[in-house]
Each structure stands twice: as C-alpha cells, then as structure tokens.
C-alpha cells in the first residue's frame, strides 16, 4: 500500500493543543495499516519553552520534523519569512495535503506557500468569524478560507459562514473541536501549579485572568482602565494572572500592582487547565480559553466587543462584556450574586473529532 503524506503546520501556542490529537489518531490509524503519515512543520513563531516546549512535552507532541524558526517579527515579516522558509521544504518535498489549524499568522502563511505550490489545503477551525478586520486574526481566518479546500468546521455558526461565501456543502466537514479532543483526554492529569497554595488559592474563591489582545494591552493607559475595573469588580479575591510576553512589555512601566493580582508565567497546558477547571470564572480577551470554559462549565466573561465563537455565548458559559470597563461591575456583581448560566455543551464537542478529521482525510486523499 502506497502511503500519503500531510504536512502539519504549528506555529503558536494556540495551534499546539488543537494538533496533538490530530497527530495521535494519525498514529493511531498507521498502526492499524492506515495510509497517512505526516511531517510536523513548527514555524518558530512561538519559542520561548512556557510558550511551545512545555505544551509539546506535556501533550506528547512529537518532536517537530522541521523548524522554521521564523521568531518574532512584525505581522508582514512573520508571514513573509514562514512563506518563504516553508515554500523552500515543499519544493525539497510536496506532501499530498497541507494541514493547518487555527487562526495565527503560521496558519495563513502556510495556506498560501502551500496553494501556490499546488498543493491542497486542509483547514481545521475553519468559517468562524468575528466580523472585526482590526483584529489579525481575522485577517488571517479570511486569507485561509478563500484558499483552502477542505473545510473542517467547530459549529453550525462556521458551515453557514462557509455555505454564506460560496463553499460547497461537499468541502464542508462538520466535525466538531480538536481542542477539546485534547481538553477532554487530559481532563485528569490536570496538575496543581506550585504556587496554588504558596497563594492561598481556595477551589472557587479566585479568578484567572488572561490578556494579551494589542486593543486591550499595547496601550498602557487602556490596559490600567480594565485592571483597576477588574480588581474593584472581584471584591479582593484573588486574580492570578498568568502574563503573555506581549503583556509583560506594556506591564513594565507599571508602578505597584494591587495585592489580590497575582503575577505568573505563562502556564503549562495542565497548570492553566487546573486554574481554570477550580476558578470561580474567568475573565479573558482570548477566543480559545472560552471553549474550555464552556467544556468545563466555568463562567467566563470576555473582554471584546465580538467573538468568532458565538456558541459559547448563546450555548456556553461565556459573555461577551465589551472593551468598556464599565460593563464590568454589573458583570462581576451577576457572578456574586450566583446569577451566572449554567451552560451546556456545544455539538460534537465530544473528543473524537480528530478520529473524524482523519477518516474524512483517509477517504479525500485516497
Ligand atoms: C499570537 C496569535 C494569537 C494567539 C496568541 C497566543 C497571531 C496573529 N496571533 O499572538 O492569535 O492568541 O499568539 O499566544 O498569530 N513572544 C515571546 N516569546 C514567544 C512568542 C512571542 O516573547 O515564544 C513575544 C514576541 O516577541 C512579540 C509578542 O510576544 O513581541 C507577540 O508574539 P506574536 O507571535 O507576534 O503574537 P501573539 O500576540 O503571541
């Protein structure tokens, strides 16, 4: 039997939890005679070891077969250099699919290295949309989709993004949520971060707080607007913090910090998932981290004035607060009052998508 290779492309901390369980059910198929095999392209937009090493270590990642190590740079000299290093290894070797996932500048720079070269694109987490071109992100989830030509999707909100831009229904794969693939097989591993009880950390008596969107933190005087509604909203409990590189930048010409916000490090994937599963909400600017609050059924407020992910809203536990610091007392005053929805799980969020993406690949590629 002839096999078929897929490139599968990571290049930020948000991609690394949605590729591990693609990786396993690929895996799991060669070792039953399934015809896939994969390279693993990391791009090296995420280096630092709290923000790439840790995550391939504590999911079983492989170690990847290439790195581009494309580092920091502006939006245009990411993807330009992941471009042009990535077109140079598909030229030495065309893999019969690109994989990519997620929504980050790697994600869009390799769909377009890979369609130039003719080869087909996969994208997992495809047609969501948050309507928000301020937001790279967006940028990126248009450029990818315009391009690709298998449409894995999270949520009946993506297939009629998809189905709205003129996408087949035959290119369209409802499939549900790689990361929760991953949320769900790692649920009792979840491992107690030192500093849990260094801080006095009680089960549902702290918040985690995440932040790291250029609107909310490139501004210093923005940023100290939503952390002083913030810390005056939680009534002292404890906020942990864990701090994003981006966020530290703009962190450092901050005087003295209010005492109940505790500073960490970016947090392993066992760690932060731990703080999350035990808080009594969080509060965040990130789109994944609302999907695992969901799953988890912790309630979540984020801070943007949209989301790309509306069913954990209308399904989940989240609320879309707005950039408005004033929206955040009445908020924070719902949760105290015990007046926050429960919530419930969204389609397919089930843990087997991966096995789903797998099967759908076996049988488009054969
Ligand atoms: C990227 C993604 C975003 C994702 C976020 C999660 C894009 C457009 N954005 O944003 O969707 O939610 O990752 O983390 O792809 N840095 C380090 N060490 C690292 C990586 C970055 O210090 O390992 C620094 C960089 O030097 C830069 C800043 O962090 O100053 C931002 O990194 P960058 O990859 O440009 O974007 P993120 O804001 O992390």
């Known amino acids: 039997m002839s096999t078929i290779l897929v490139d599968i492309i990571a290049g930020a901390r948000p991609n690394f939890m949605k590729i591990a369980p693609i990786i396993r059910a690929i895996q799991a198929r060669e070792a039953q005679g399934g015809p896939l095999r994969y390279r693993l392209v990391h791009t090296g937009q995420h280096y630092d070891e709290k923000m790439s090493g840790d995550f391939f ?47 980050v500048t790697s994600t869009m720079a390799c769909s377009i290295a890979a369609q130039k070269l003719c080869v087909k694109v996969a994208h997992v987490e495809a047609g969501i949309r948050s309507g928000d071109w301020t937001m790279p992100e967006e940028i990126n989830r248009m450029v990818t989709d315009a391009i690709t030509n298998y449409f894995f999707t999270t949520s009946a909100h993506a297939n009629r993004n998809l189905r709205g831009a003129g996408v087949g229904d035959e290119r369209i794969f409802f499939v549900g949520n790689t990361m929760i693939d991953t949320l769900l097989s790692n649920m009792d591993r979840l491992t107690k971060p030192a500093f849990f009880d260094e801080l006095g950390l009680r089960p549902k008596s702290y918040f985690v707080m995440t932040m790291h969107r250029p609107a909310n933190v490139d501004s210093g005087s923005t940023f100290t607007k939503l952390l002083d509604a913030i810390i005056a909203g939680t009534r002292g409990e404890p906020v942990v913090f864990p701090v994003h590189p981006r966020t530290a930048k703009t962190m450092r010409e901050f005087g003295a910090l209010p005492a109940s916000l505790k500073l960490v490090d970016p947090q392993p994937y066992l760690e932060f998932n731990y703080l999350v599963r035990h808080a009594k909400a969080v509060i965040t600017d990130s789109g994944g981290i609302t999907e695992e609050t969901t799953v988890m059924g912790v309630p979540c407020m984020t801070l943007r004035d949209n989301t790309e992910r509306p069913e954990t809203v209308e399904i989940g536990t989240n609320d879309l607060i707005g950039t408005n ?42």
């Open 57 to 103: 270590r504590q999911l079983g990642i492989p170690a990847p077969d290439v790195n581009l190590e494309v580092g920091s740079g502006t939006q245009a000299e990411q993807t330009g250099t992941i471009m042009t290093r990535y077109e140079k290894l598909l030229l030495e070797r065309k893999p019969a699919l690109c994989l990519v996932v997620g929504d």
């Open 325 to 366: 610091p004033a929206a955040l007392k009445p908020a924070l005053d719902r949760l105290f009052e015990g007046k926050w929805k429960k919530g419930a799980i969204p389609e397919l969020w089930d843990g087997r998508t991966s096995e789903r993406i797998v099967a759908h690949l076996e049988k488009l590629l054969a």
